[in-house]
């Protein structure tokens, strides 16, 4: 009786471990996360522009000239007008065929002298726009006029006011722009060529050189005259001769949309 009562509780035993055995083979495994695959960022193909010493020369004086010879905000601003338009397609091909363009910019901006003592900061100014830094506010605008004038068109959208203008962008009643939209800065890239000039023939005369013109040598074959050299004194003052109108000098800038920097090329160029 003993006996079938121990092999009673053997079986029993036998059937439990093998019921926990049993049941530590389906318990479910906890679920991995499914690996993700690293996706690749599209970086889009920068737009490059060559630029000249002359250019930057170009760059300086527009800032300088348009911004009222301001500070770092005002020059950045109009920086960043001359870099849209560059960008644009919509005008010319080179810093200085933008700046240079007939009534875009301030009457003498290629010829007038900059100041020395503004060469610094305009200077920083120059290098951080060929850089691919701009005015933050600006954004697609590539108009400025003087601040504080009203114009009576419905196009002007205004972005922000810089160094003694107010920037912006022409649009149509939907908000479209009316110009071809300017690059972003960050697929622009200005690539520095040395000792060759990126300007229009046209335009090469317009811009004052820092080579002093030389002298042509005195002739071994003329005679000497002697005649003594007449001395021109200077004219300080003209009298004007009775009933000859007096002109009186117009505002700045002087052509015909007065006030207004720039218009959108008939030949795109």
């Given amino acids: 009786m003993r006996a ?31 690996v993700k695959a690293k996706s690749k960022q599209f970086q889009p193909a920068k737009v490059t522009f060559n630029y000249t010493t002359k250019d930057r020369d170009c760059l300086k004086r527009a800032m300088y000239f348009e911004s009222e010879h301001s500070d770092e905000a005002g020059y950045m601003a109009v920086g960043s007008v001359v870099m849209n338009r560059l960008t644009s397609g919509a005008y010319a091909d080179s810093i200085c065929g933008v700046v240079a363009q007939k009534r875009q910019f301030a009457p003498g ?12 900061e305009l200077a920083t100014a120059a290098d951080a726009i060929l850089s691919g830094e701009r005015h933050p506010a600006v954004k697609d605008a590539m108009f400025f006029h003087t601040a504080g004038l009203k114009f009576p068109y419905n196009n002007m959208h205004y972005v922000t006011v810089a160094g003694g203008n107010a920037f912006y962008e022409k649009r149509d009643e939907d908000g479209t722009l009316e110009t071809p939209p300017p690059l972003p800065s960050y697929e622009v890239a200005m690539n520095y060529v040395p000792g060759e000039s990126m300007l229009p023939p046209q335009f090469e005369v317009l811009i004052p050189s820092a080579v002093p013109v030389p002298i042509p040598a005195p002739d071994p074959m003329a005679t000497a005259s002697t005649q003594p050299i007449p001395v021109i004194e200077p004219v300080t003052s003209i009298e004007p001769e009775p009933g000859m109108p007096i002109a009186i000098p117009t505002p700045r800038p002087a052509y015909d949309n007065v006030m207004l920097r720039g218009s959108i090329p008939a030949n795109g160029g």
């Fill in 109 to 120: 901006v290629m010829t007038r002298e900059v100041k020395s003592q503004a060469e610094p």
């Fill in 4 to 34: 079938e009562i121990s092999f009673g509780k053997s079986l029993v035993g036998i059937l439990f471990v093998g019921l926990a055995a049993a049941s530590c083979t389906t318990t479910p495994k906890p679920a991995t996360a499914p």
